[in-house]
């Protein structure tokens, strides 16, 4: 069982910045977090969840962005892959949304599906305000 913990939300003004934080851990030893991939999704109201960024597990070199925020969201792990960091730049109103962290089960690469992930966080708030 792995538990994901969300934060850094908060309200943010047009153009401001934000670092959302995902901390990992898990019940069962034998589930290393750090070897999965872990992505980040958001979800404003009345909308689908979507994908924003993900990291691939091992080493994270395989980096993916949507195209909504590649160039002005950054994501990033440390700690063994077990802390995950998405640092939001140029924050527009229509990254308003919960943001969620999610870790797959058993892929080491991130994949943009939501079926992809098998754990979530409890989602952080982000509201950006003109």
């Known amino acids: 069982q792995v538990t994901l913990v969300e934060s850094g939300g908060g309200s943010v003004q047009v153009g401001g910045s934000l670092k959302l934080s995902c901390q990992a851990t898990?019940?069962?030893?034998?589930?290393?977090?750090?070897?999965?991939?872990m992505a980040w999704f958001r979800q404003a109201p009345g909308k689908a969840r979507e994908f924003v960024a993900g990291q691939s597990g091992m080493r994270g070199t395989i980096i993916k962005y949507a195209d909504s925020v590649n160039g002005r969201f950054t994501v990033s792990r440390i700690n063994a892959g077990y802390t995950m960091y998405l640092e939001m730049n140029d924050l527009k109103p229509e990254d308003a949304a919960v943001y969620y962290c999610?870790?797959?089960?058993?892929?080491?690469?991130?994949?943009?599906?939501?079926?992809?992930?098998?754990?979530w966080g409890q989602g952080t708030q982000v509201t950006v305000s003109s």
């Open positions: 999610a870790a797959a089960r058993l892929r080491s690469i991130a994949d943009m599906d939501t079926s992809s992930y098998f754990y």
């Open positions: 898990h019940a069962n030893l034998n589930t290393d977090v750090g070897t999965k991939a």
